[in-house]
Structure formats: structure tokens, C-alpha cells
């Protein structure tokens, strides 16, 4: 063991030193004994020694002599940094809660190993490339360790162990794939809110709720009945797809606050080296996901012989999804893909564990587990699926079942992974190459590399449909099916376009009549792509703090198309008046003290559109469904005579009058009388949100829905519903002046000081440099660590 320690602090000083070992062995023994702190820690399973360092941001920069070890110590750091977090979630997601946390689990347990990977293994590990398997057994091979390692070292254990009352568990490799109910997917739940709609106004209210991009016209599939869908058919989804808090000495489950659909996103953007200050390509990707403690990526740097890559990553995963491996640059946003399809099923009268598939009866499959539940005996628990996929819901009283059908039970589709692929491609061809057989989530990856070359190009499964279009339920009795998956390179790309900006933020980005239809109702609105766009045409070039900017920029395109609407609006009413008055000097920045902003968010979001929805939909309609789609609500104020009719206009100026003097007075009672003390940050507050109550915040917010620096939250209440926790804008090949952040930190353990650490930066717009050469990350060096084989 001396004899590995001496060699472990040797290589570590050495390579601070940024030489070989042996002609710096001397040297680097001084200059150990001046002082340079380097902790030693054995790891099981190791092969080689394994050099970190934690720069001063909280990043780990993990060196090692082989790709094995390097995903090993991946894991082991994950652990060392994010154990509780990662925990949680793999039993959320293999349905271990109850083993640990009692029976008031049992149910989540359930419902959550419905939407586990059941497929064929071998072809599973295959989809994402040749290295994949090994990554993940290596990764979660450390992440045993450093549960091993906590064992002689509990002082050393995250305290929400303690608190909760258990202890971390050790992983298998299938952890890491097998686990989808943390997917990010939309259609399931618009489906079911148009069939609602449909049942309760008919087919032609589904134009009134949502615009269908590409244009389209819903018709209801033959054999369905709209309204036979009970009220809790989405149950058992929600139920697996939740997270979980512990409050006040008791565990409980509390689902994510109910949102408009679409409420995570993204923005990424690349500018070629014509377009750039630096003759470099720029790259810049902030994810929009909700903001907790601690946030859901984190920042790594993984380098050994054959591959070098520094980004962001799940903490759970090997590798990492957003960033660069020092040739190619790449950040991502989703595409909205349509992968989900609720089937609904006759079940046979005489035999309830059969139902109708073509002209007979098909039984159902099931699997029996046994459930572990703490204090108790395991539960013997029956889970059912059809041949289209995990049965959700059985309404014996209608003689029906409900199952889901989706892309991520697929092979090849747990969230990410398939990052294994495409973060070694060292060009456009191999990049796209990786992307052509992209599984979930859908995604538009924006590329640069340092040739100069930048480009769009999306992937995800995309179902062939046979005979419907997937925007309502559709019986399961074999009328309706997949015809496979459309070819990933039949989907459109860019590279290197004529005018240099390549950029996406979940818009409908298909080119007019591509054959292709992969979804109506999963794109975001227009407006942060425009903003984006706007802004980078807005110079001849485009440097890094342009970019980094431009992550912060607050301008609402909607608020500023609304406002040249009230020109011509007058009212004797006191409160409208000075709504107007207020709002028509407004520039549509919705910044946190701006009394403007505030006054224009409350207005849109919680009374224009609820007043909008009431206008165009029957009233028993209009009590379930809220109109969030502010192209339909352009679409009316621009013509109003065709949405209203031949009283068009004055209808319109009514909507606008009587909403705005309901925001103008909801303010004055949230606020007080004076407008001046108004601030927008004042109604929307961040917190983020920890499990145990280690909450960071709150935070005064600024930006919308339709900003780029998105701020999704919920109408009437104003609980945030996702943000961009991490930024990264990257300037392509000379990498060390790239610039992120990651908030509120990048540690998961409320005792570590990188916890909180970038909290404040993140809500001042201030960045930090994403450091890649040695000899930066050296300077930069707040803790170092030598991982050395344990014999």
C-alpha cells in the first residue's frame, strides 16, 4: 500500500506539473512536500490509477489510462457528488420506494415497473454502440464502490440517508437502461384532453384548442367512443412518472404542479465562423427542465486514450449528452416527435382478462412480482399488458381496458444513453450517423466542429401509423397499429446553410410538405426561435458574450405584438386606463423588477387567455380545457371577424378591456395601489426545491413562457414549472474560453460547498469558464483526488 501511495502522488503531482512521470519524479517529490494536497482513496475495481480534479466550479475532470477505469471513477464520483439523488431515483424508477419507505409506496412501486424496459437485452445494449454495455457495468461497478467505500467511511454518508431512514443500495448495469418512466414525452395527455373536449363539444371544437402544425384536420378514429375515458385512466401514468419529497418527518408522494403541455424545452443555436467574432463556430444550448436541488445534469470531464468529452450529463448515466470531445460541439433541444398512443380495449364479457383483437379474443400478458415493503412482507403484485404495451387503467363497469403504446419501451430508448454514439464522432457524417438510429428522447442536435462546419440535424423514433394520425385514442383491436419506425435519415437536416445560424427552441422546424408527419401537437410556440434568430441577424458577427447574452435575453415577442394591439384601445374604466396606460409604453422585456412585465404576465397568462378560452369554446368545454397557444390567440386578435364574427373587432376590444382591468386589479391586491412598486419578480419566485427541505431560494424571477431565458410557470399561482439550470456557450477549438453554468450547483450534498455555490451567478446571468486543457484545469484546481486499484 505505501508503495501505491508514493506512485499515486507522484502521478498526481506530475500531471499538475503537465509532464511525464519519470523525468519530473524528483521534482515532483519537492514540490509534494511544499504542499500540494492530493487525496488518495482506493476503489474496488479499478485497473490503473485514475487522477480528478474538482476545479474550482465544482467539475470534476477525470483522467485515466483506459476508457474501463474512466467510466468506473465516472460513477464513483457521481456518487461522491449526487449518491441521494441517484438512489431516489433508480428505486422511483424500479419500483424499490416501499422496500425502503413503507407501504404508502406500494402503489408508485406498482405503476412504475409497468413502464420498466421488458425487451430483449442483447438488443438493447446493442442500439447504443459496441462500447455501451461495458460503459454502463464500469459505471455502476463505481458506483458500488463508493457505496463500499461508505461503509468504512459513514461519516462520509449524505445525510438524507439519515434523515429518511435508510441506506443507498448497490446497482446491477441493467439499472441504467431499464428504467423510462422519466421520459420526456407529451401526446398521452393532449390525447386525452382532446378526447375530452371531443366528448364534450364534438369534433369541431379540437380546432379551437390547440394549432395543429402542420395544418391538419382531426378526425375521430372509427370505433372510438370520446367519452369513455374515466376520470383517473391517467392514473397509474402519473403515478410512475412522479417524483418524491419527504416532508416533516413523513414520507409522502407529491406529484410535479399539473402545467400546460410543452412546459420543457429548450434552446441551441450554433453560428459559423463567418458569423462569428472569433472566425470560430460558436455553440450555445441551455435544456429548460424543472429546476430542483440538485439539478438534473451534471457537468463532467471524461478523458482517457480515444476519447476526451466535457458536458453535461444525467448523474445516473456514463458519459455525457451536451458539450464537445474536442473536435465536434454539440447541444440538443426536443423534437416534437409524437411517441405515445393510448389504446383503449373491448374486454371480453364472459372472461374480463381477455380482449377483442381482430375477430377473437387475445389474453392479456402478465408478469407477477413480489414487491418489497419495509415492515412487512413482500407484496405479490400482478402487472398486465396487452400486445400494444403496459395496461394503465380497467374500467370493469364499461367493460374496457386502457393501455399505453410507446416508442420509449422500445430498444434503445432510455433517455440519452444513445449520447454513447454520437460524443466520439469526429465529423458530420459520423455525427449524423450516430443520430440516424437516435431512440428518446426526440431531440434537434445542433452541431459545430473546429473545420468550421456547423449543422442541424434531429433524430427519434418516429412511428409509422397506420390509418390514424395519433391525436386521439384509438381502439386496440388491431385496426390501428405501427407499421415499425420511419428511417432517421428520411428526416430533414442542415449543414452549413447560406446564412450561418443553425438554431432551434422546440419549434415546428419540418420543411413545408416533407412527407414526413411525426407529430401535430408536440411543438412549442414559435417565439424563442424567433427571438433567437433576431437577435444573432441582428450583427454582422456573433461572439461568445453575444451568446451568453442572449441565454439571458428577456424580450417577449408575444408582449410586444399585444402591445401595438392596445394602440387603439380607450376605456372609462379607471382600472383598464391605467393598465393601458402602463402597458403601452411597455418594450416587452420581461425583467424581474419591471412593473411592466408584471403587469403584462399576470394579464396573458391568467386572464387573457382564460378570457379567450370562455369567447371561442362552449362553456362546459371551456371548465376543462385551457387554450395555452398563443398562436390560436394571435390568430384571433389579427382577425377578429372570422373568430368572432361580424362584431369581430369590437369583441376582441372587449376581451382586451375587461381581462386587462382583472390583471390590473389581481395586481393591486397582490401588489398594493402603486404601479411603481411593482415587480415582476415580486409574483415569480424560484425555489429550488430539494427533497428532504434543503431548498435553495427563493429567487426573484424574470422571463416567460415565450423568452428565451424561459421561465415556465403556472398560470394564476405562478409556481415555476422548469428553467434553464444549465448554460453552456462554447466557443468551438479554442475551448478553454467556453463559458457555463450549472445551478444551484453541482454538488447533490447540502454539506458540500459546491451545493449552492452558483446559485447566485445563475440568477445574475454570470458565467464560468468551462475549462478543457490540463494546464487550465490545473490553475483552476480546488480539490485533487488520485483513485487508485484497491488490492
Known amino acids: 500500500?505505501?508503495?501505491?501511495?508514493?506512485?499515486?502522488?507522484?502521478?498526481?503531482?506530475?500531471?499538475?506539473?503537465?509532464?511525464?512521470?519519470?523525468?519530473?519524479?524528483?521534482?515532483?517529490?519537492?514540490?509534494?512536500?511544499?504542499?500540494?494536497?492530493?487525496?488518495?482513496?482506493?476503489?474496488?475495481?479499478?485497473?490503473?490509477?485514475?487522477?480528478?480534479?474538482?476545479?474550482?466550479?465544482?467539475?470534476?475532470?477525470?483522467?485515466?489510462?483506459?476508457?474501463?477505469?474512466?467510466?468506473?471513477?465516472?460513477?464513483?464520483?457521481?456518487?461522491?457528488?449526487?449518491?441521494?439523488?441517484?438512489?431516489?431515483?433508480?428505486?422511483?424508477?424500479?419500483?424499490?420506494?416501499?422496500?425502503?419507505?413503507?407501504?404508502?409506496?406500494?402503489?408508485?412501486?406498482?405503476?412504475?415497473?409497468?413502464?420498466?424496459?421488458?425487451?430483449?437485452?442483447?438488443?438493447?445494449?446493442?442500439?447504443?454502440?459496441?462500447?455501451?454495455?461495458?460503459?454502463?457495468?464500469?459505471?455502476?461497478?463505481?458506483?458500488?464502490?463508493?457505496?463500499?467505500?461508505?461503509?468504512?467511511?459513514?461519516?462520509?454518508?449524505?445525510?438524507?440517508?439519515?434523515?429518511?431512514?435508510?441506506?443507498?443500495?448497490?446497482?446491477?448495469?441493467?439499472?441504467?437502461?431499464?428504467?423510462?418512466s422519466h421520459s420526456l414525452a407529451v401526446n398521452l395527455t393532449s390525447e386525452v384532453d382532446r378526447a375530452r373536449a371531443v366528448c364534450a363539444g364534438g369534433i369541431d371544437v379540437d380546432p379551437l384548442m390547440r394549432k395543429l402544425q402542420p395544418e391538419w384536420k382531426t378526425v375521430v378514429p372509427d370505433g372510438l367512443d370520446p367519452c369513455a375515458l374515466p376520470a383517473?385512466?391517467?392514473?397509474?401514468?402519473?403515478?410512475?412518472?412522479?417524483?418524491?419529497v419527504f416532508q416533516n418527518g413523513r414520507v409522502r408522494t407529491v406529484p410535479e404542479p399539473p402545467g400546460p403541455a410543452l412546459s420543457e424545452g429548450s434552446n441551441a443555436w450554433a453560428v459559423a465562423p463567418a458569423r462569428s467574432t472569433t472566425g470560430r463556430p460558436i455553440l450555445a444550448s441551455d435544456p429548460h427542465r424543472v429546476m430542483k436541488a440538485p439539478t438534473l445534469r451534471y457537468i463532467t470531464h471524461l478523458s482517457a486514450p480515444g476519447l476526451d468529452v466535457i458536458g453535461?450529463?444525467?448523474?445516473?448515466l456514463p458519459g455525457i449528452s451536451i458539450g464537445h470531445n474536442g473536435t465536434v460541439a454539440f447541444g440538443l433541444t426536443i423534437f416534437g416527435v409524437d411517441q405515445e398512443d393510448l389504446y383503449v380495449y373491448q374486454l371480453d364479457p364472459a372472461d374480463q382478462g381477455r380482449y377483442r383483437y381482430g375477430q377473437g379474443w387475445e389474453r392479456f400478458g402478465t408478469v407477477t412480482e413480489n414487491v418489497p415493503v419495509a415492515g412487512q412482507a413482500a407484496q405479490p403484485t400482478e402487472l398486465s399488458f396487452t400486445r400494444h404495451?403496459?395496461?394503465?387503467?380497467?374500467?370493469?363497469?364499461?367493460?374496457?381496458?386502457?393501455?399505453?403504446?410507446?416508442?420509449?419501451?422500445?430498444?434503445g430508448t432510455t433517455?440519452?444513453?444513445?449520447?454513447?454514439?454520437?460524443?466520439?464522432?469526429?465529423?458530420?457524417?459520423?455525427?449524423?450517423?450516430?443520430?440516424?438510429?437516435?431512440?428518446?428522447?426526440?431531440?434537434?442536435?445542433?452541431?459545430?466542429?473546429?473545420?468550421?462546419?456547423?449543422?442541424?440535424?434531429?433524430?427519434?423514433?418516429?412511428?409509422?401509423?397506420?390509418?390514424?394520425?395519433?391525436?386521439?385514442?384509438?381502439?386496440?383491436?388491431?385496426?390501428?397499429?405501427?407499421?415499425?419506425?420511419?428511417?432517421?435519415?428520411?428526416?430533414?437536416?442542415?449543414?452549413?446553410?447560406a446564412k450561418g445560424i443553425v438554431a432551434s427552441a422546440n419549434e415546428f422546424n419540418m420543411p413545408e410538405n416533407h412527407p414526413l408527419k411525426?407529430?401535430?401537437?408536440?411543438?412549442a410556440s414559435p417565439y424563442r426561435h424567433e427571438r433567437i434568430v433576431e437577435a444573432l441577424s441582428a450583427k454582422p458577427r456573433t461572439s461568445v458574450a453575444d451568446s451568453t447574452?442572449?441565454?439571458?435575453?428577456?424580450?417577449?415577442?408575444?408582449?410586444?405584438?399585444?402591445?401595438?394591439?392596445?394602440?387603439?384601445?380607450?376605456?372609462?374604466?379607471?382600472?383598464?386606463?391605467?393598465?393601458?396606460?402602463?402597458?403601452?409604453?411597455?418594450d416587452g422585456v420581461t425583467s424581474a423588477d419591471s412593473a411592466r412585465a408584471a403587469l403584462f404576465e399576470t394579464w396573458f397568462t391568467s386572464h387573457l387567455e382564460p378570457a379567450f378560452t370562455r369567447e371561442v369554446l362552449p362553456e362546459n368545454v371551456a371548465r376543462m380545457i385551457f387554450i395555452h397557444d398563443p398562436l390560436l390567440l394571435f390568430d384571433a386578435m389579427d382577425d377578429p371577424t372570422r373568430w368572432f364574427g361580424s362584431d369581430?373587432?369590437?369583441?376582441?376590444?372587449?376581451?382586451?378591456?375587461?381581462?386587462?382591468?382583472?390583471?390590473?386589479?389581481?395586481?393591486?391586491?397582490?401588489?398594493?395601489?402603486?404601479?411603481?412598486?411593482?415587480?415582476?419578480?415580486?409574483i415569480q419566485k424560484l425555489t429550488f426545491g430539494h427533497p428532504t427541505g434543503k431548498d435553495v431560494g427563493p429567487f426573484p424571477r424574470g422571463g416567460s413562457w415565450h423568452t428565451v431565458e424561459a421561465s415556465n410557470y403556472l398560470p394564476v399561482t405562478y409556481a415555476p414549472l422548469s428553467g434553464p439550470t444549465f448554460k453552456m456557450v462554447l466557443d468551438v477549438g479554442a475551448w478553454d474560453r467556453s463559458q457555463a453554468i450549472n445551478a444551484p450547483g453541482q454538488s447533490g450534498d447540502p454539506r458540500s460547498p459546491h451545493y449552492r455555490d452558483l446559485a447566485g451567478s445563475w440568477q445574475r446571468g454570470e458565467y464560468f469558464p468551462l475549462l478543457y486543457s490540463r494546464a487550465a484545469v490545473e490553475l483552476n484546481a480546488k480539490d485533487r483526488f488520485l483513485l487508485t486499484p484497491r488490492r
Open 1 to 180: 500500500m505505501r508503495r501505491w501511495r508514493r506512485a499515486a502522488l507522484l502521478l498526481a503531482v506530475c500531471g499538475a506539473l503537465g509532464t511525464g512521470l519519470l523525468p519530473q519524479a524528483a521534482g515532483a517529490d519537492r514540490e509534494a512536500g511544499a504542499g500540494a494536497a492530493v487525496s488518495v482513496i482506493p476503489v474496488a475495481g479499478l485497473e490503473r490509477p485514475v487522477r480528478m480534479v474538482v476545479d474550482r466550479w465544482g467539475v470534476p475532470h477525470i483522467y485515466a489510462d483506459n476508457t474501463a477505469d474512466l467510466y468506473l471513477a465516472q460513477g464513483f464520483n457521481a456518487a461522491r457528488d449526487r449518491l441521494f439523488q441517484i438512489d431516489l431515483w433508480r428505486r422511483r424508477g424500479l419500483g424499490l420506494l416501499s422496500e425502503v419507505l413503507g407501504p404508502a409506496y406500494l402503489k408508485q412501486d406498482q405503476a412504475a415497473r409497468l413502464f420498466l424496459y421488458r425487451g430483449d437485452m442483447a438488443k438493447e445494449w446493442e442500439s447504443y454502440g459496441p462500447d455501451a454495455k461495458k460503459a454502463a457495468t464500469r459505471f455502476t461497478e463505481g458506483v458500488n464502490a463508493y457505496v463500499d467505500w461508505l461503509k468504512q467511511n459513514p461519516e462520509a454518508l449524505p445525510p438524507e440517508f439519515r434523515e429518511v431512514g435508510y441506506a443507498p443500495a448497490r446497482w446491477s448495469p441493467e439499472d441504467v437502461v431499464r428504467i423510462r
Open 232 to 244: 383517473d385512466v391517467l392514473g397509474t401514468y402519473q403515478l410512475a412518472t412522479q417524483s418524491v
Open 312 to 316: 453535461a450529463g444525467e448523474p445516473a
Open 389 to 411: 404495451g403496459p395496461v394503465i387503467k380497467v374500467d370493469r363497469e364499461r367493460n374496457l381496458a386502457y393501455a399505453l403504446r410507446t416508442t420509449w419501451l422500445q430498444p
Open 415 to 497: 433517455p440519452y444513453f444513445g449520447s454513447m454514439k454520437y460524443m466520439r464522432a469526429r465529423n458530420w457524417n459520423e455525427f449524423t450517423a450516430a443520430m440516424r438510429t437516435w431512440g428518446g428522447p426526440p431531440e434537434n442536435q445542433i452541431y459545430a466542429d473546429t473545420a468550421g462546419n456547423v449543422g442541424w440535424v434531429p433524430g427519434g423514433l418516429a412511428p409509422r401509423r397506420i390509418g390514424y394520425d395519433g391525436l386521439l385514442p384509438v381502439p386496440g383491436d388491431g385496426r390501428y397499429e405501427w407499421d415499425g419506425f420511419h428511417d432517421g435519415a428520411r428526416l430533414p437536416r442542415s449543414y452549413n446553410p
Open 518 to 523: 411525426v407529430g401535430f401537437d408536440s411543438w
Open 549 to 586: 447574452a442572449l441565454q439571458s435575453d428577456k424580450v417577449s415577442i408575444p408582449a410586444r405584438r399585444l402591445v401595438r394591439l392596445l394602440a387603439g384601445i380607450e376605456s372609462d374604466d379607471p382600472s383598464t386606463a391605467r393598465a393601458l396606460e402602463l402597458l403601452r409604453a411597455y
Open 648 to 682: 369581430g373587432t369590437a369583441v376582441r376590444d372587449r376581451i382586451l378591456r375587461t381581462s386587462l382591468a382583472a390583471a390590473y386589479d389581481e395586481l393591486t391586491r397582490r401588489l398594493g395601489p402603486d404601479p411603481a412598486a411593482w415587480k415582476w419578480g415580486d
